[in-house]
């Protein structure tokens, strides 16, 4: 059985082009798998708080040491971790927000990075423990960023995945999608034509 971990960041739940090429990515790879499980998580309505100094302290307490705000919110992240843990390959719809990822997903970020849970400290430098695991990020921008030193988001993206653990991951882009009409449309065909390739 192969699970599939969708993630949509989109401020526009799943109507934003992010959630929209991501849900396509699902689609196709699920088309006649069965067996396959997918969870979706919505940030944009699903908010997971920002990181506070109270909730990072509590994730490093005893459950019987943590308040009721800690223990509540270390039941999220254990939760949020558990989805990626279970998760054979993960689908992240992620659109740029004033040049870099939305804070929806940061969040989410900042919930999954747990000492000793997703990755560990060796005298080598942090390991990632969620191993094994392929990632696909559908990329959306309404400008043109990648392969410039503008495009910030791809590597902070790659970057935190593979502190993790997660280095198998692949970015289908859809850029320029603020330039015109015709520009949008040959950006959307394009980037599903290579979803269309990369799980025929
Ligand atoms: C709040 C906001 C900030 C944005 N900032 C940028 C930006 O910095 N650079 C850019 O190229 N496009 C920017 N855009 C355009 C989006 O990246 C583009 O419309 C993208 O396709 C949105 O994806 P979504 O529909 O999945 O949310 C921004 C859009 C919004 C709503």
Known sequence: MTNVLHINSSLFGSQGESSQL????????????????????????????????????????????????????????DALVEEVREADVLVPGVPLYNFTMPSTLKSWFDYIARAGITFRYTENGPVGLMENKKAYILATRGGLYQGTEMDTQTPLIRHFLAFIGITDVEFIYAEGLSMGDEAKKAALLTATHQIDQLVA
């Open 22 to 77: 991501a849900e396509h990515f699902v689609e196709k790879l699920t088309a006649g798998q069965k067996g396959t499980h997918v969870k979706t998580r919505m940030l944009a309505e699903e908010i997971v708080p920002h990181l506070t100094a109270e909730t990072f302290q509590g994730f490093m307490l005893e459950e019987k040491e943590r308040n009721d705000h800690q223990k509540s919110m270390t039941a999220l992240s």
